[in-house]
């Protein structure tokens, strides 16, 4: 996959479109994302033995499809298409379609 926990990504398409976040959580084989502050539900969460658990409605960000969003390059502050590239010592390096500047 090449969006990565703590990426900054942008919303493309569904309800939440363009709202930014950061990257939580990836789930690559169900190829979802979980982001900061997109895709907002509401759990109803009933009163169990433990008292350390919250009760009544809890707001959490639920997964989302990781074609629906775009990661942001930091250098141009755009979303955008990410490639590869390999580098001289045979590391591969993320790049921005954009700019055409590494991402890392």
Known sequence: ??????????????DD??????VHRVMPKERRLVVSGVNMVKKHQR???????????????APIDISNVALVCPRCNKATRVGYR???????????????????
């Open 17 to 22: 479109r363009g709202a930014r976040g950061t």
């Open 86 to 104: 390999i580098l001289e010592d045979g590391s591969k390096v993320r790049v921005c379609k954009s700019c055409d500047e590494s991402i890392e």
């Open 1 to 14: 996959m090449k969006i990565k926990k703590g990426d900054t990504v942008e919303v493309i398409a569904g």
């Open 47 to 61: 009163r169990t033995g433990d008292v350390r658990t919250q009760v009544g409605i809890i707001e959490r960000e």
